[in-house]
Nanobody
Framework: QVQLVESGGGLVQPGGSLRLSCAASGFTFSAYGMTWYRQAPGKERVLVAHISNTGGVTTYADSVLGRVTISRDNAKNTVYLQMNSLKPEDTAVYYC?????????WGQGTQVTVSS
């Protein structure tokens, strides 16, 4: 079955960096685009970044454009989210998402807290 396992979250000071990873299994990873979402306390889950199956096309939310880079390693079945210049408003649980055959699959999420 599909499994998505996020890691790499933590507590970081404003201006710092983190790299999140999402290890995928149970499907043909190289055939599907992957997406990172985040959900801040009391707010809806929102899209952060998307990458096509080959990695050739990426899209970003305006709020993270220029500070975040999504990438993938199809040999390792892993998608990454490099986050730089982090701000307190980036504090959220970050989720990896696969949409396949009309269904959404989610990981358990990884907490990112940006605070001094």
């Amino acid at each position: 079955q599909v499994q998505l396992v996020e890691s790499g979250g933590g507590l970081v000071q404003p201006g710092g960096s983190l790299r999140l990873s999402c290890a995928a299994s149970g499907f043909t990873f190289s055939a599907y685009g992957m997406t990172w979402y985040r959900q801040a306390p009391g707010k809806e889950r929102v899209l952060v970044a998307h990458i096509s199956n080959t990695g050739g096309v990426t899209t970003y939310a305006d709020s993270v454009l220029g500070r975040v880079t999504i990438s993938r390693d199809n040999a390792k079945n892993t998608v990454y989210l490099q986050m730089n210049s982090l701000k307190p408003e980036d504090t959220a649980v970050y989720y990896c998402n696969l949409r396949m055959s009309g269904l959404n699959y989610w990981g358990q999420g990884t907490q990112v807290t940006v605070s001094s």
